[in-house]
């Protein structure tokens, strides 16, 4: 790049810089949460605009051509976002410890000599007819917890609440069957 298209580049940065940061502003409904997005795309707005600086020297409407670059990157970096959005549901140390296996408590148990099979019959009975299809669902045919949620209509975080309080409860009875 000779010194012209470098004070060109410069002239474009200065001048238009702020218009087009606050179009993605714009773009995003003023999310907060997407500002990194939004400094991304301008960002990458500009590097494109150096890269092409030859055919921004004679092109007619600079601001124009900014402002569709920057609309361009916006909706490639929000499509992108909203799709590793959709497929990825975070799972906490805290939940993901809730969520182990009853059968592992269970097995422990057979080890310490109790009637392991017994115990489970007695405690599947005093579950409710709902809460023992969701403990067959998350813990003997270990379904995901997007699915669990999907097949009772409810949210995930719902999901994950309802397996935490069956959970509870199984270990509420395990408790009373061994102190009474």
Not at 3 to 13: P, R, T
Not at 108 to 117: A, L, P, Q, R, T
Request: proline share 2%; with cysteine; net charge neutral.
């Amino acid at each position: 790049m000779d010194k012209l298209e470098d004070s060109f580049y410069e002239e474009i940065c200065e001048k238009y810089f702020k218009d087009v940061y606050q179009f993605c502003i714009y773009l995003t409904k003023g999310n907060r949460s997407l500002n990194h997005i939004v400094e991304e795309c301008v960002q990458e707005t500009f590097l494109e605009a150096k890269k092409q600086i030859k055919k921004l020297k004679n092109h007619p409407n600079v601001k124009g051509w900014l402002y569709v670059t920057s609309r361009n990157m916006i909706n490639s970096s929000m499509r992108k976002y909203y799709t590793k959005n959709k497929y990825e549901i975070p799972i906490y140390d805290e939940v993901a410890c809730s969520l182990t296996s009853v059968e592992e408590e269970l097995e422990n148990i057979n080890e310490s000599g109790m009637d392991i099979d017994k115990l489970k019959v007695d405690i599947m009975k005093q579950l409710k007819d709902e809460e023992y299809e969701l403990y067959i669902d998350c813990f003997v045919k270990k379904m995901p917890i997007k699915e669990i949620a999907e097949k009772y209509n409810i949210s995930i975080s719902a999901s994950y609440t309802r397996i935490h309080r069956l959970r509870v409860k199984i270990k509420k009875m395990v408790e009373r069957y061994f102190y009474m």
